[in-house]
T-cell receptor, first 114, second 116 residues
Framework: AQSVSQHNHHVILSEAASLELGCNYS??????LFWYVQYPGQHLQLLLK??????LVKGIKGFEAEFIKSKFSFNLRKPSVQWSDTAEYFC????????????FGSGTRLSIRP | EPEVTQTPSHQVTQMGQEVILRCVPI?????FYWYRQILGQKVEFLVS????????KSEIFDDQFSVERPDGSNFTLKIRSTKLEDSAMYFC??????????????FGAGSRLTVL
């Protein structure tokens, strides 16, 4: 079965630090990849997505992610975080065999110290 | 920007009671979903719905759960006899298409269900 792994459960950074959140998936075929963000008390929002083409995708609020097929990874990055980036971040995948559902990782809680 | 709206935002119920969670998807979307998130755990897929029928469901979605789209706008999740372990945040989502998995979902704000 397809799965998504986010190895960092809680990341604590100071403002202006650089961020990289890891995401690995298990599926040998074609995938579509997503990062969602959930700010405290709010609903899930799409940060960015990869369907095809340039493996480096840029999303909202200065976030980007790189799809590395050989490593089955889709890590999220931001060069300089802000206090307002404090949130839970979820990596997610859909596959050709299961196109109608998104499989989420367990999430990474990001806390930014002002 | 179009939104997915969910009601109620929070419901408290007694174990064994029936609960209906309601969702109004984005109007031109064709694919509808329910996910849930137990406190401190990952977001889990429950069910997807297209063309007035379930297209896929998870092992969580047992006989206690049902979905329907009674009037062409609302999309409801019913839990027939709630259990303590049904306490969670339930998210509705809708998407415009599911072609080759290229379905970008818009999520609602969630309905928090507390079963006592």
């Amino acid at each position: 079965a397809q799965s998504v792994s986010q190895h960092n459960h809680h990341v604590i950074l100071s403002e202006a630090a650089s961020l990289e959140l890891g995401c690995n998936y298990s599926y040998g075929g074609t995938v579509n990849l997503f990062w969602y963000v959930q700010y405290p008390g709010q609903h899930l929002q799409l940060l960015l997505k990869y369907f095809s083409g340039d493996p480096l995708v840029k999303g909202i609020k200065g976030f980007e992610a790189e799809f590395i097929k050989s490593k089955f990874s889709f890590n999220l990055r931001k060069p300089s975080v802000q206090w307002s980036d404090t949130a839970e971040y979820f990596c997610a995948v859909t596959t050709i065999s299961s196109a109608s559902k998104i499989i989420f990782g367990s999430g990474t809680r990001l806390s930014i110290r002002p | 920007e179009p939104e997915v709206t969910q009601t109620p935002s929070h419901q408290v119920t007694q174990m064994g009671q029936e609960v209906i969670l309601r969702c109004v998807p984005i109007s031109n979307h064709l694919y509808f979903y329910w996910y849930r998130q137990i406190l401190g755990q990952k977001v889990e897929f429950l069910v997807s719905f297209y063309n007035n029928e379930i297209s896929e469901k998870s092992e969580i979605f047992d006989d206690q759960f049902s979905v329907e789209r009674p009037d062409g706008s609302n999309f409801t999740l019913k839990i027939r006899s709630t259990k303590l372990e049904d306490s969670a945040m339930y998210f509705c989502a809708s998407g415009r298409d599911s072609n080759s998995g290229a379905n970008v979902l818009t999520f609602g704000a969630g309905s928090r269900l507390t079963v006592l």
